[in-house]
Structures are given as C-alpha cells and as structure tokens.
C-alpha cells in the first residue's frame, strides 16, 4: 500500500509540474525563454511548454504600442528663457530580446533622452520659435529617438510636446502683446468697414445722379419728339388745308369757266362779293380805281382755269 501511495503521489506530481510548464502566450504579448541563464528563444502568441528546472521565463512583455507621459522638464531657449516643456512619447515595442537584454530600465532610459534630446533642439531656438515651430520640434524628436532606441528592440512612433509653460512674467507680456494686436486688427477691420461704407455711399450718389440725368435726358428726349410730332402734324395740317382750298378753287374757277360769263357779269359779280366782304365790318372799302382792272379778272380766272386742265 505504501508503494502505491508513493507511485500516486509521484505521479500526481508529475502532473503537476507539467501543467506548470504549460503557458499560453495571449494575444499581442511575448516571453522570453532562458536556457541555464542563456537567451533560448522568444515565444509569441500561442501554447507551449518549457523545460522545468532548465527553461526560464521573463516577465511578459506587451507589444502594444504604449504611450509614456513624462513629468515637465526645464529647458532654456537661446535667449535664455527658462520654460517648463511637457512632451508625450508614443513607442512600441518591436523586439523581446533586445528590449529584455539591450538596456536596464527602458522607460527611465527613454525619459531621461528625451530630456536631453527635448534641451538640445530647444537650445538652438528662441522663445517665440519654440512657441511656433512644435511640428519642427516633435519631428526632430522623433527622429533622434527613434534611431537611439533602435538598439534597445523600441520603435518610437510619435513625440508631442503637451505644454509649453513660460515663465509668468513673459506670460503676461505674451498676453498684452496679444491683446495690443487684437486692438490692432479691430481698429484696422473698422477702419476698412467705414471705407467701405464710404466708398458705397459715394458710389450710391453717384448711380443716382447718373440715373437722375439719365432721366432728365430721356424727358427731354421724349418732350422733343412729342413737339416735333406735333409740328409734324400741323405743318400736315395745314398741307392738307391748303390742297383742300386749291381743291375748292379749281371747282369754282371751273364753274366759272364753264358758265363763260361776260366781262360785265363779272364786274357785277366782283361789286357783290365786295359787298359782302364788308358786310358791315369793314368801315372803308377800296374801290380800284381803274375798273377795267376788275373786268380783266374774267380772263384772269378764264387762263387759270385753262392751266387746272
């Protein structure tokens, strides 16, 4: 009985340093495998098995792209003003060996490079550079950062520069500065608004007094043509009014032909119509002197009459 507790208990103790050396590696995570101390391999994402009492296991190790906020750091422009400037990192981790063997604490190692890097680049700039050009900054970080974790099995990805905190003095001048220019651009935008409303008050008297011309002139034009029209008219008028009596005459001159009157009828005739022309009215009546010149008035209208035809 004591050999099958001990053979039970061996076997259930084997069973249980095999289940022990089962690991299952979770998705974007690694291990690194160590051999009697020695690197052995990188085991990724999946189940495997160690050796127990040969294989060693690290820590596992997150192949996630990470984001590693470090703490403000002073720095000093070239114009020697002193700022707090807190910067972002955006890594990841591309190798489990280097990263496990290539440097003893790699966040504090990144933390205390980019410090550096972030002293040098701003050193080169002046304090309103520094404000202006943070892609310019963030670029240059990244780069000298990139190619220094390189051997450490880290790919750093992006840098942001948080904050930049000036002194409070330069602050409050940065603020009045701005607030002048704010005054600034007011006064000049107002100015432009008072131009232009000048400028389309004059164009607007302008066009007025353009069409207010334009107007007389057509007036004047239509004033014309309904004066000439109307003289048109009466100078037709009166053509008409004149044939009409040329119209008349020759009737009667016809008449008159055609009766063949005598001189004396005629002479009697012109002492009537005198007559009639004074007809009260007249308070002289001329009576040429020459009588046989109003006999002559027979073959006078005898000829006129003779011409119609």
């Known amino acids: 009985m004591t050999t099958v507790y001990i053979l039970g208990a061996l076997a259930v103790f084997i069973l249980l340093v095999i289940v022990s050396n089962i690991k299952v590696i979770p998705q974007a995570y690694s291990r690194v495998v160590e051999r009697f101390g020695a690197y052995y391999a990188t085991w990724n994402t999946g189940l495997h098995v160690k050796i127990p009492f040969i294989d060693r296991l690290s820590r596992q190790i997150s192949l996630k792209e990470q984001v590693a906020d470090f703490a403000p750091q002073a720095v000093i422009t070239r114009d020697n003003v002193t700022m707090q400037i807190d910067t972002v990192v955006y890594f990841q981790i591309t190798d489990s060996k280097l990263y496990t063997y ?19 680049i701003v050193g ?52 009045k500065q701005m607030k002048a220019e704010r ?19 004059a164009e607007g008297q302008k066009e007025s007094v353009i069409l207010a011309a334009e107007a007389d002139k057509q007036s004047k034009i239509l004033a014309a043509e309904a004066e000439k029209e109307v003289k048109i008219r009466e100078a037709e008028g009166e053509a008409e009014a004149i044939e009409r009596v040329q119209t008349s005459v ?16 005629i002479m009697l005739k012109s002492y009537e119509t005198l007559a009639k022309v004074a007809n009260g009215r007249a308070t002289k009546i001329v009576i040429p002197s020459d ?15 003779t011409d119609e035809k």
């Not at 440097?103 to 040098?120: D, G």
């Not at 943070?134 to 220094?148: K, S």
């Not at 005054?183 to 008050?201: D, F, M």
């Not at 046989?292 to 009459?305: F, G, R």
């Open 102 to 120: 290539g440097v003893e604490r790699p966040m504090s190692a990144i933390e205390n490079l980019t410090a550096t890097t972030l002293r040098n």
């Open 124 to 175: 080169d700039l002046e304090l309103d550079q520094t404000l202006t050009s943070r892609d310019t900054i963030n670029t240059q970080m990244r780069v000298i950062l990139d190619e220094a974790t390189d051997p450490w099995g880290i790919k750093v990805n992006r840098v942001e520069l948080k904050s930049i905190i000036p002194p409070r003095e330069i602050q409050d001048a940065m603020e």
């Open 183 to 201: 005054e600034r651009r007011e006064a000049i935008l107002r100015a432009e608004g008072e131009k232009r409303s000048a400028i389309l008050v």
């Open 250 to 265: 020759a009737a009667g001159l016809m008449k008159i032909n055609e009766a063949n009157p005598s001189d004396k009828a």
């Open 291 to 305: 009588l046989q010149s109003v006999a002559s008035l027979s073959t006078v209208i005898k000829t006129l009459v």
